[in-house]
């Protein structure tokens, strides 16, 4: 079956740094663009980033932009975020999902310090 799994989480101070992966399982992941999704406590689920199948392009949310990078590895059907300069407003719980299906993953909770 369909599954996406993320890792990666943790609990950093402001100004660090971390790595969030999701590993896809289940379905042709080279064929579907990928995005990161991100939910604050008390508030809606937001889109954060998106990349292409071939990960020719990507898009970020105006408040990451030139902090977090998307990019993937489809021989590992992988999706990666990597994220620098964190802020506590970026305290989330972080999602991946494959563009135009229901498939999410589980979450992993990311937690910024001030």
């Known amino acids: 079956q369909v599954q996406l799994v993320e890792s990666g989480g943790g609990l950093v101070q402001a100004g660090g740094s971390l790595r969030l992966s999701c590993a896809a399982s289940?379905?042709?992941?080279?064929?579907?663009?990928m995005s990161w999704y991100r939910q604050a406590p008390g508030k809606e689920r937001e889109l954060v980033a998106t990349?292409?199948?071939?990960?020719?392009?990507?898009n970020y949310r105006d408040t990451v932009k030139g902090r977090f990078t998307i990019s993937r590895d489809n021989a590992k059907k992988t999706v990666y975020l990597q994220m620098n300069s964190l802020k506590p407003e970026d305290t989330a719980v972080y999602y991946c999902?494959?563009?135009?299906?229901?498939?999410w993953g589980q979450g992993t909770q990311v937690t910024v310090s001030s």
């Open positions: 990349i292409t199948s071939g990960g020719g392009s990507r």
């Open positions: 999902k494959a563009v135009s299906t229901d498939y």
């Open positions: 289940g379905f042709t992941f080279s064929l579907y663009a």
